[in-house]
Nanobody, 115 residues
Framework: VQLVESGGGLVQAGGSLRLSCSVSGTWFSIKGWGWYRQAPGKQRELVASIARDGRTTLTDSVKGRFTISRDNAKNTVNLQMNSLKPEDTAVYYC??????????WGQGTQVTVSS
């Protein structure tokens, strides 16, 4: 499996970014997917997930600001991030939910929110 994240960058507080993850493999549509993030000195956390039936779950700190979506035809998972805050600064990764047991992760995409 290959996971390729893109779309990160530097943005001012209150701004928006849209992250995209391209996933290789023919089984994309039958799995749930998630966006994770890891800030300096902190553990990686799951911030948003989307089940195979499209149901979404968001961690409390991003509810009302982030939206996760999936495109089964393109094997992509997207994360629309609005009203960004400095505390959203982290490297963002996509992976299956739960993550693949063999430890496969992409390179991630850096999101930096300035105050």
């Amino acid at each position: 499996v290959q996971l390729v994240e893109s779309g990160g960058g530097l943005v001012q507080a209150g701004g928006s970014l849209r992250l995209s993850c391209s996933v290789s493999g023919t089984w994309f549509s039958i799995k749930g997917w998630g966006w994770y993030r890891q800030a300096p000195g902190k553990q990686r956390e799951l911030v948003a997930s989307i089940a195979r039936d499209g149901r979404t779950t968001l961690t409390d700190s991003v509810k009302g600001r982030f939206t996760i979506s999936r495109d089964n035809a393109k094997n992509t998972v997207n994360l629309q991030m609005n009203s960004l805050k400095p505390e959203d600064t982290a490297v963002y990764y996509c992976n299956a939910d739960p993550p693949f047991s063999d430890g496969v992760w992409g390179q991630g995409t850096q999101v930096t929110v300035s105050s």
